[in-house]
Structures are given as C-alpha cells and as structure tokens.
C-alpha cells in the first residue's frame, strides 16, 4: 500500500527567488486549481480506498501538485538547462521538447538551452556528440514533424561520467524523456549529483507508447498511437471481408501491458479477438484460441484478430538475451500465430486468406495527434515549472485530471497493466465478443 512517505518530493532547498509567473497566479483561489505549497492531490479517488488506509486526513498519502510557484530555486533568467529524449520513438516527442523550450524561454527567461543528442550517450563526451543550441527559432515548427530533432538511443551510460559532464557545461536542470529505463537512468544521475552536493536537477517525463508507467493517468503519444493502430484494424477488416474465410491478423506495440490492442480494437469494433500479455491464451482444443477463431469465421465469413507483440510467449521457446534498453527479447508473437492459422486450415482442408500487419513503425514515428500534442505542451509545462522550483528525482504527471510531481522511486516499483478482472478488459469482451478464455 502506498504511503504518504513514498509521495515525497525531494527538493533542492528553499525557494528564494520571486517567479515571473506570479503574476498569472495571484488572484487564483486556493478551492480552485490554485497551486500552494501546502496543497495535496489525494492519491486514491473513493472513499472505500481512502478509508482502508485508517489513519488521518493529515497522514493520506497525497501527491505534490504541479504548476508555477509564487517563488522558484533556481534564478530567472541565468538558469541553464539541458534536454535528452532516450528509448525508442513515440508521437509527441518534438511537442514535448518545443514546449519546455518555449516555456522556460518566454516565462522564465531562460535562453540558454541545450538538447543532448542520440540519448544518454549524447552525455558522454567519449562518444563525440556535441550538445546543440535549443532557441524558440529552431524549436518553433519542430511539432509538425514526428520523431525527436534531438536524436535518440538505447542503453545505460555511466552516471559518473554524465554528471561529469553536466558540470562542465554548467547544467543546473537536466529534462530527461524517456521510458522506464530512462527515467531509471535519471534517478541515478540526480543520485550521483545529490552525492556530490550539487544544485542539480533532474526531472522525467515519461515516455512510453505502451502507457504502463503506473500512477500518471496516460503517457503522452498514447492516443495518437491506439488511434493510427486502429486504422490497421480497420484496412485489416477491409482485407478479411473481401476474401473467402479470410483473416486479418495485426500485431500491435504492448510487451508488457496491451493498453494499445485493447484501446484500437475499441475505436471502431472491427476486431473479433484481442490477444494481450495480461490474459493467458491456449492455440489447442475445444476451448482454445484456433477453435474459437475456426467457429468466428464459420459464423461471420471472417475475422479480425489484434495481438499485443508480448502476449503468448509462453506459447513459443524462451528467447535468450536483452536488448539494449535490458528488455527481454520476445518471440515474434505475430509470425506464430500467422503459422498455427495457416496451419490449422489446412490440416482441415479448408481454404483460408491470411492478411499479416504490423504497423508499429508507421504508428510510432507520425507527428502527436491534437490531444496529444496539447498534453505534451501542458506536461512541459509542469516539467518547467517543477525544474525551476528545485524538484528533482521526479516525474511529472496527471492523476485524477491534475498535473502532479510523482517520485522516480515509486514510478518505477512496478509497470501499470491491464487488470484482467477490470473494466477496460470488460470493455474489449462486450466489444468481441470473443470467448472470456481460451485455455
């Protein structure tokens, strides 16, 4: 259970200087949105789960709110800071960094920015890439285009080194976006820099197109990534209906949590069967995935199935190894389930047209939707906001529709998933319909 110690923001001392952005916040009443310092976001959201906890009201675990303080850390103006996007792609990418540029530009007069390129090994000066200048003009139409003007990577790099450099160019807040490991990886920089009793800060905001970072409401880019998945699904059904017993099998992102096959198979009800890492599935047998699908197809004339890359892979042999971010390998879940279909009609005898899609690149490198992209700016925004007031080892996020400072530590503790007895999977069995298990 998560306590009110676990919620705990570390700072890099008291604020002293007046912010530019008080003027915005004076007249704001502290009932409504008004950011204080004493003020708390509840960390759970009914009274059933505030009641459990048993102790009182001042003891709740309760979360920092984001947004401008009335005074910051670090000086307006005179601030210098540096910017990494690390891990694979994912559409919001460039928002994210044109909005702490603009943000920290026009609000706080900070000029001096600089992007660190091709991830972590950016900070690394044995790697020979140099740090470019990040000003409103360069970053002023960068969110038209997908993908990161920044460059990016996978793999940790040494903090030591990395601090090293971030005090040879005089960083003092350090704005990583990345995934889990990234934000692993920022943790253990401000560590390093808290070690060394240096004014450093460092501040995540996370990235993940699979949405399971928990407690931060949805990552950013996740709605325009379900939203392009869906319209695989869409040519996928296209192709199904217009062959005889045809099937349209398209592998989505999801190697832990299928958060995106779930939420594009809801868009437009064209999938009969979603198949995710969260929910076990049997190829074999009466009650079986291959049954199901034969008896669909019989009934309908075809299917659809939506399969999340990591879901089956107790059907297939272990892979061995990690890839460079120290992900377990998977086995191509798609592949092998294309191979049982195909085989399973024709030890039947029965003719079958089998269409295989996997659009994952196509998804993760297209510009932010326009939801995303104004929760991308709005993210930068708190990001700023918390940097200049001197958080660090935090990321930021939305939780219960509020921007809020969440401790890397406690994001980190485990991935958020799908919960198979919940009501988003619930939705996805009402929508296909599909048998409630496969086994």
């Not at 669909?296 to 059907?315: I, K, M, P, T």
């Amino acid at each position: 259970m998560v306590t009110l110690a676990d919620l705990q923001v570390r700072q890099l001392g008291e604020c002293r200087h007046e912010s530019p952005l008080a003027k915005y916040i004076a007249a704001r009443r502290t009932n409504d949105h008004y950011v204080d310092e004493s003020d708390r976001v509840l960390f759970d959201d009914t009274v059933h789960l505030v009641q459990d906890h048993g102790v009182p009201l001042t003891e709740l675990p309760t979360l920092e709110p984001g947004g401008p303080r009335r005074r910051v850390f670090f000086a307006p103006g005179s601030t210098k800071v540096g910017i990494v996007t690390c891990g694979g792609l994912c559409p919001g990418l460039n928002d994210v960094i044109r909005g702490l540029v603009m943000e920290l530009n026009t609000h706080y007069g900070v000029t001096d920015v600089v992007g660190f390129r091709n991830g972590y090994a950016g900070l690394v000066p044995a790697r020979g890439y140099e740090p470019i200048a990040l000003t409103t003009e360069r970053v002023a139409s960068i969110n038209m285009q997908g993908g990161t003007i920044l460059g990016t990577s996978r793999g940790a790099q040494d903090s030591e080194v990395m601090v090293d450099r971030l005090v040879e160019l005089g960083i003092d807040i350090l704005f990583v976006i990345g995934g889990d490991g990234s934000i692993r990886g920022a943790s253990k920089i401000a560590a390093v820099a808290r070690g060394r009793g240096l004014d450093l800060s460092v501040i995540g905001i996370p990235k993940t197109i699979d949405n399971d970072i928990p407690f931060i409401g949805q990552s950013f880019g996740f709605q325009t990534a379900f939203t392009v998945a869906a319209q695989s699904i869409a040519a996928a059904q296209v192709e199904a209906q217009s062959a005889v017993n045809g099937v349209g099998l398209v592998q989505l992102m999801g190697r832990h949590a299928g958060f995106i096959a779930c939420y594009a198979a809801l868009a437009n009800h064209h999938a009969d069967f979603v198949l995710i890492p969260e929910v076990p599935f049997a190829l074999d047998g009466e009650s079986g995935f291959l049954a199901a699908l034969q008896r669909r197809v019989a009934e309908r004339g075809s299917a659809v199935v939506v399969v999340a890359e990591g879901a089956g892979q107790d059907l297939m042999a272990d892979r061995a190894g990690t890839d460079a971010s120290g992900n377990r390998k998977l086995g191509d879940i798609g592949r092998y389930l294309e191979a049982a279909i195909v085989g399973h009609y024709r030890a039947l005898g029965r003719e079958l047209t089998l269409k295989y899609l996997k659009p994952s690149y196509s998804i993760r490198s297209v510009p932010a939707k326009a939801f995303d992209s104004v929760y991308c700016v709005r993210l930068a925004q708190a990001a700023a906001h918390a940097g200049m007031a001197g958080r660090t080892d935090m990321v930021v996020g939305r939780r219960h529709n509020r921007f809020v400072h969440v401790p890397i530590d406690i994001v980190v503790s485990h991935r958020n998933e799908v919960a198979p007895d919940g009501d988003l999977w619930l939705s996805v069995l009402e929508s296909t319909a599909q048998p409630p298990e496969m086994r």
